[in-house]
């Protein structure tokens, strides 16, 4: 399939009767050969449906890895983790605080809202492939606030193109031009990351996966377009406006949902679940690795140092032990055996409580057998290694 992909470029020249130099941006597009593949070499793996039954995203798995629609003709089937994905935290309401600025500048949900709207309409008219070409994957500044996209933009059959923009002609000296260099990085990216199926395009994505917080159970990308998903400190500027609630949130493989489910009750309990999976291809995932969970509730108990007094003396003991046994002992030290010992006394911690505390260290602990034996499956569909 031919298509026209428009991308963004330098230039730096000098303008009529000045002396210095300056830089302005220029627009161009493509023509891309993206491969054109059969739908049943690259089967459906998985289908979301989110807590209201609407349809989240469909997943296919061609080649290791896996691929989603490009873009699409209604701007709602996108959502947070669509977001999240091109390296942006979506928006929540941010009304109080000890900062003054905050306080006459409110951010109410109205707000947050329509900054979510617009990124995931500038989504669904642009296409990841767009995005990142020709705006370097900035979705804040896709379309205004009409969600209408910027100017020069228009809609094409495969997602936005763009009219033909040289800034060199405004210098009356030009001094360098980046235009072949991106040409040839966005012709690269296209083959490398796009595919049709069908008529329609297909971008590759890091394989999905569940997370769960104390207040929801739903999915995510285990990476983003551009590498891992930035964490922010609550203290740094602009912060409080993210809704960056599943950056430290319990991360498991899709296969594991009825895992999560089972050590999260209170959360399904009060209709947490935000994920329901449709239908699913468990060959296509990895195996589940729970080792992060349990280490993140090491460190959550080692973190109940502050409160100790507040707890009984046979809570006190287990908490000395874990203390002692992680003493000096780095993460990569840990092995299955530590770990074992570490969920036991967790587990045992959470019983003296009466509380459900530390979930990882449970489901470690009832960590079931392999899902496959990678031995036995055809290497076109073994997913490739992570990182």
């Known amino acids: 399939m031919i298509v026209e992909v428009p991308f963004n470029y330098t230039v730096q020249g000098i303008e009529p009767r000045k002396r210095t130099s300056i830089h302005r941006t220029g627009y161009d597009t493509v023509s891309v050969n993206i491969r054109d593949v059969p739908e049943e070499d690259a089967a459906v793996a998985l289908v979301l449906y989110d807590g209201e039954g609407l349809h989240s995203e469909t997943f296919r798995f061609f080649e290791g890895t896996f691929w989603i629609r490009n873009s699409r003709e209604d701007d709602i089937e996108f959502g947070p983790q669509h977001t999240m994905l091109m390296a942006e935290y979506p928006r929540k309401a941010c009304l109080g605080g000890t900062y003054g600025q905050r306080a006459r500048n409110p951010y109410y949900e109205r707000d947050a809202h329509a900054d979510n709207m617009r990124m ?29 996209p910027k100017s020069g933009f228009r809609d094409g059959p495969h997602g936005i193109v763009c009219d033909p923009y040289d800034p060199s002609h405004g210098f009356r000296l030009v001094e360098y031009s980046k235009h072949r260099e991106r040409m040839e990085a966005t012709s690269a990216y296209a083959h490398a990351n796009v595919i049709a199926i069908a008529g329609k395009l297909w971008h590759r994505v890091p394989e999905p996966q569940l997370y769960a917080t104390d207040k929801k159970i739903g999915w995510l990308f285990s990476g983003t377009l551009h590498g891992e998903l930035r964490k922010y400190s609550s203290y740094e500027y602009g912060a409080d406006r993210l809704d960056t609630s599943t950056q430290d949130a319990y991360r498991v493989p899709v296969t594991e949902l009825d895992s999560l489910i089972d050590n999260f ?8 679940l935000d994920v329901h999976i449709e239908e699913i291809d468990e060959a296509c995932f990895h195996k589940p690795d729970l080792r992060p969970l349990i280490v993140k509730d090491i460190k959550t108990g080692l973190g109940m140092a502050y409160r100790l007094s507040e707890h009984t003396t046979p809570v006190i003991h287990e908490w000395c032990r874990l203390r002692d046994m992680a003493k000096g002992l780095k993460a990569e030290e840990q092995d299955d055996d530590f770990l074992d010992a570490a969920a036991d006394i967790l587990n045992t911690i959470d019983r003296l409580i009466g509380k459900e505390s530390f979930p990882g260290a449970r489901m470690w602990a009832n960590r079931s057998v392999a899902l496959f034996d990678a031995d036995d499956l055809d290497p076109s569909r073994t997913p490739a290694p992570r990182g």
């Open 120 to 148: 995931r309409a500038g989504l669904s008219r642009f296409g990841f492939l767009a995005a990142i070409t020709a705006n370097d994957g900035r979705i804040t500044s896709l379309v205004d606030k009409d969600h209408e």
């Open 265 to 272: 009750p209170e959360v399904v309990a009060k209709n947490g």
